[in-house]
């Protein structure tokens, strides 16, 4: 079966930098699109950045500051985290698109 896992997560200064992982089994990933979202108490699964075949979409507020990127061959997409801000803390959650499919999450916190 399909599993998906989130890794990289942490405490971070405004400013800093986290990248993230989402390691996806049960498929191959050059097959599938993947996402990022992130909820929050305010928002949930607010869309952050995705694939759409070989394009990258980001979300408005992290254009310039995030980066998604992939290695199909360790079945994992990443997530390069920028210039965090606090307006950034959340749970970052990978979804395979199209397929209710999705991780448990990582916690992001950026201190001000």
């Known amino acids: 079966q399909v599993q998906v896992a989130e890794y990289g997560g942490g405490f971070v200064q405004t400013g800093g930098s986290l990248r993230l992982s989402c390691v996806v089994s049960g498929l191959v990933l050059s097959y599938y699109d993947v996402g990022w979202f992130r909820s929050t108490a305010a928002k949930e699964r607010e869309f952050v950045a995705t694939f759409e075949r070989e394009q990258t979409q980001y979300g408005d507020s992290v254009k310039g500051r995030f980066t998604i990127s992939r290695?199909?061959?360790?079945?994992?997409?990443?997530?390069?985290?920028n210039n965090l801000k606090p307006e950034d803390t959340a749970i970052y959650y990978c979804?395979?698109?199209?397929?209710?499919?999705?991780?448990?999450?990582?916690?992001?916190?950026?201190?001000?």
């Open 71 to 81: 290695d199909n061959a360790k079945s994992t997409v990443f997530l390069q985290m």
């Open 95 to 112: 979804n395979v698109r199209g397929y209710d499919w999705w991780g448990q999450g990582t916690q992001v916190t950026v201190s001000s």
